[in-house]
T-cell receptor, first 114, second 113 residues
Framework: DQQVKQNSPSLSVQEGRISILNCDYT??????FLWYKKYPAEGPTFLIS?????DKNEDGRFTVFLNKSAKHLSLHIVPSQPGDSAVYFC?????????????FGPGTSLSVIP | DVKVTQSSRYLVKRTGEKVFLECVQD?????MFWYRQDPGLGLRLIYF???????EKGDIPEGYSVSREKKERFSLILESASTNQTSMYLC????????????FGSGTRLTVV
């Protein structure tokens, strides 16, 4: 059973609009959440993260929101650019228990249309 | 520029062959990981290592083994390759206790025919 879920396999957004990528998790031990971005034929790269003691973290055009009670987080990209077209993986970790392991979701493929 | 290097970008192997995938990191990281990426399944952890000569099974270790004789090198071994092991294999590393996640290699696309 997947502990980190991304229920939308794909998303298309017009350039300049907001992209919202969603992620749900089931393990209440998770205390740190990350988003990775992956282009074809490249490894994933770290994008942004959030600790469970926060509900929002912002870095330029990227903002991650965390709703602990709902076990839900989302990544907002504003404004979306064609270069943002990639697969986005949501990930979570429970550092105290997991040898620094990170659990990844299945990914959402974002297409930003010029 | 710090990096994780995987020895091959593309590999084609025959069913039953023993396959070695090599990964080297230059960041002095304690932790190293092997994942495979498949459509709709995301990144699934095969094995990881948190120290030299130490290894732990991930979520899908069957059919794989690993070796970590030196801190910078983590090898994934397919004992007898099968067609269902055709996949993208990703190596990653991280420092112990890091909250900043992993540094990934560029991946090896393995096809077993």
């Amino acid at each position: 059973d997947q502990q980190v879920k991304q229920n939308s396999p794909s998303l298309s957004v017009q350039e300049g609009r907001i992209s919202i990528l969603n992620c749900d998790y089931t393990n209440s031990m998770f205390d740190y959440f990350l988003w990775y971005k992956k282009y074809p034929a490249e490894g994933p790269t770290f994008l942004i993260s959030i600790s469970s003691i926060k509900d929002k973290n912002e870095d330029g055009r990227f903002t991650v929101f965390l709703n602990k009670s709902a076990k839900h987080l989302s990544l907002h990209i504003v404004p979306s650019q064609p270069g943002d077209s990639a697969v986005y993986f949501c990930a979570a970790s429970a550092m105290k228990t997991s040898y620094d392991k990170v659990i990844f979701g299945p990914g959402t493929s974002l297409s930003v249309i010029p | 520029d710090v990096k994780v290097t995987q020895s091959s970008r593309y590999l084609v192997k025959r069913t039953g062959e023993k396959v070695f995938l090599e990964c080297v990191q230059d960041m002095d990281h304690e932790n190293m990981f092997w994942y495979r990426q498949d459509p709709g399944l995301g990144l699934r952890l095969i094995y990881f290592s948190y120290d030299v000569k130490m290894k732990e099974k991930g979520d899908i270790p069957e059919g794989y083994s690993v070796s970590r004789e030196k801190k910078e090198r983590f090898s994934l071994i397919l004992e007898s390759a099968s067609t269902n092991q055709t996949s993208m294999y990703l190596c990653a590393s991280s420092s112990r206790g890091s909250r900043y996640g992993y540094t990934f290699g560029s991946g090896t696309r393995l096809t077993v025919v």
